[in-house]
Structure formats: structure tokens, C-alpha cells
């Protein structure tokens, strides 16, 4: 009698779980809108590759959507027109706190869902330029400033002022896209590009006329690092990108997927949990997403982890303490 009531209670308990987890998965969303940069970008590629193995793997269609630049992808998160997105730190932390570049406007109502490739943002030019170390750029035609980007004059200023320099100590120049920077240094119009590493722009450089990344010491990034915000000290690798030939210093920057605050935990969770546990059908979209796993995912880079995706890091023993405490500091520094 006590192992059929044992088992009775077993079979109860099963039909339990099951039928929870029905009930759970009846209640997710149909689909969410993923907003991403335009195509071309890494964090396209990142979204899309991503993207469409959380659809094939759980009752949710991820839509990507390339809406454009960074401006566009925060427009459709504040009016709820998207509930998640992906883009560099250097500009989701500022625009999260409402600070630096963002100073002024609204914080944006999101928390980090996933920490991604790592990309570098460097001072690029040839070998024939005369240009060995940051304070070389004094006097040069300099492409300082992504019009569509306000990250990148932001960068190029805390690099003059880490140095002692001003705008007025280089030739200041502005450009719409990469690839037009990069036709301008090959043909001899401006002697270096300030710009986020870039798989294509570095290897037509390279095949041009020679590669060149200006490393950055020390000493006058962590001054860098005073003023800008969702960034890292690193070292790029020597061979990165098929293109680097020794490990240089410099600034990194992560790019991360982020849902709106308001995206239910288990959503989130969900979603996460069907990207990172199938990790390998989504490596070959981009060369640096083979990097990506749990433990990359969990990295903390100036934005708080949602609730969802908190849950599957401590299911997979990637969250520490250490993790908590800082997630939580910045919750509370940050609080709106």
C-alpha cells in the first residue's frame, strides 16, 4: 500500500511539473521585437546569429530588426516598440545612466541579457605615417569623429586630453561610414582613423598599403577611463583579425544584448538559456562569437544583469558572489 500511495504521489508530482511548464510556455510572448544595428555592423551579425537560434530553440520568435545607428535601436526601446536589442557598451552604458553622451536625457529603461564579442576601439593607420605612439597624432590629419556616433569624438577627445593634446592640436576630421575613413587613409587624405576595430576596413588597409594599431599605455588610458564609460583596458591580440602582427594595449568595449526592464523574468531566462546551450550553431555567424559562452555572457560591463538571465548564469555556476555584489552596487548607485 505505502509504494502505491509512493507512487501515486510521484506520477502526481510529474503531471505537476509538466503541466506547470505547459502553462509557463502558453504564457510567453508569440514574438519580441529585436532591434539591431544596421547591417554590416558586428552587432548585427551578433543579434542575428544569436537571435535566430533563440527562435529554433524555444516558443518564441525572435524578430531582428536592423533599425539603423544607436539612436534608433534606444528610440524603439523607450516607446516599448522593442523589448530587446544589442550594441556596445560605449554606448549602452552612458545611455542606461543617462550620463556622459546621454547627459540630459532619460535613462534607459533596460538590463543586460547577455555580454558578447569583445571589440576593440582603436587608433588605426599605416606604417608609412610616422605615427608610433598616441602623441605622434600631433599635427596629422586625423578622422576623429563618426558623425553618426557620438562615442567615437568622445573617445577621440579623452585620448588628446589623456595626452596633453586638444582638438586643436591634430587636424580634426569627420566621416559618415568606416569604409569612407578607410578610402581616405589609403589614398594618403588623412593619416589615421579613430574607429572601433572592424574585420573588413583593418584587412583592406592591411592589403593597401600596410596595418598599423597605435597602442595605448597605461598611465593615460586609466585617464581615459576616468571620462568614458563602458569600456576595459585590454590587449588585442596579436593576429586578431587576420591583421594585427603584436599584442597591442588599448581600449575594449563589449557588445551586449540587453531586454527592457519590464520583459518578464522568465522570458528573459527563456531566451538566454536557449542561446548559451546551443552556442555552437550561432559561432560561425561571426569569427569572435565562438568566444562566447556562459562565463563571457556573465561578464558585468557598467550595466546590471536582469533577473532572467541571472537565473540560468547560477544554474550554470557562473555567477559568483563577486557578481552579485557588483550587480547589486550598481543597481544602487544607478537606481532610478
Avoid at 594599431?213 to 597605461?218: F, G, L, S
Amino acid at each position: 500500500m505505502r509504494r502505491r500511495n509512493v507512487g501515486i504521489i510521484v506520477c502526481l508530482a510529474v503531471i505537476f511539473v509538466f503541466s506547470f511548464s505547459l502553462l509557463a510556455y502558453a504564457q510567453m510572448p508569440k514574438y519580441v521585437r529585436f532591434a539591431s544595428l544596421s547591417v554590416g555592423k558586428s552587432a548585427y551579425y551578433v543579434a542575428v546569429g544569436i537571435g535566430r537560434v533563440m527562435s529554433k530553440h524555444r516558443p518564441i520568435k525572435v524578430a531582428v530588426d536592423p533599425v539603423g545607428m544607436h539612436a534608433a535601436v534606444f528610440d524603439l526601446i523607450r516607446k516599448g516598440k522593442a523589448e530587446m536589442g544589442a550594441v556596445g557598451t560605449l554606448e549602452l552604458v552612458p545611455a542606461w545612466r543617462g550620463e556622459g553622451i546621454y547627459k540630459g536625457k532619460k535613462p534607459l529603461p533596460v538590463l543586460a541579457g547577455m555580454t558578447t564579442i569583445r571589440m576593440f576601439f582603436l587608433v588605426h593607420t599605416t606604417p608609412d605615417r610616422g605615427i608610433k605612439k598616441i602623441r605622434d597624432l600631433r599635427g596629422k590629419k586625423v578622422m576623429a569623429e563618426a558623425v553618426p556616433s557620438p562615442s567615437t569624438a568622445a573617445f577621440t577627445r579623452a585620448l588628446l586630453k589623456a595626452h596633453g593634446m586638444t582638438e586643436k592640436d591634430i587636424k580634426w576630421m569627420r566621416f559618415g561610414k568606416f569604409a569612407e575613413a578607410v578610402a581616405a587613409l589609403i589614398e594618403g587624405k588623412c593619416d589615421a582613423i579613430c574607429y572601433p576595430s572592424s574585420i573588413k576596413g583593418m584587412q583592406d588597409i592591411k592589403m593597401a598599403v600596410g596595418y598599423y594599431a597605435v597602442p595605448i599605455e597605461k598611465e593615460p588610458a586609466e585617464k581615459m577611463l576616468e571620462e568614458l564609460m563602458g569600456y576595459t583596458y585590454d590587449v588585442m591580440p596579436a593576429g586578431y583579425n587576420g591583421v594585427v602582427e603584436k599584442a597591442t594595449p588599448t581600449l575594449a568595449y563589449y557588445t551586449t544584448i540587453f531586454f527592457r526592464e519590464d520583459v518578464p523574468d522568465e522570458v528573459v531566462y527563456t531566451l538566454v538559456k536557449a542561446a548559451l546551450e546551443n552556442s555552437k550553431e550561432y559561432a560561425g555567424v561571426h569569427p569572435l562569437l565562438p568566444e562566447v559562452d556562459a562565463k563571457r555572457a556573465a561578464t558585468i560591463v557598467g550595466v546590471p544583469f536582469h533577473p532572467g538571465a541571472i537565473k540560468y548564469f547560477k544554474e550554470k555556476g557562473v555567477w559568483t558572489p563577486e557578481h552579485a555584489k557588483k550587480n547589486a552596487e550598481l543597481l544602487a548607485k544607478f537606481r532610478r
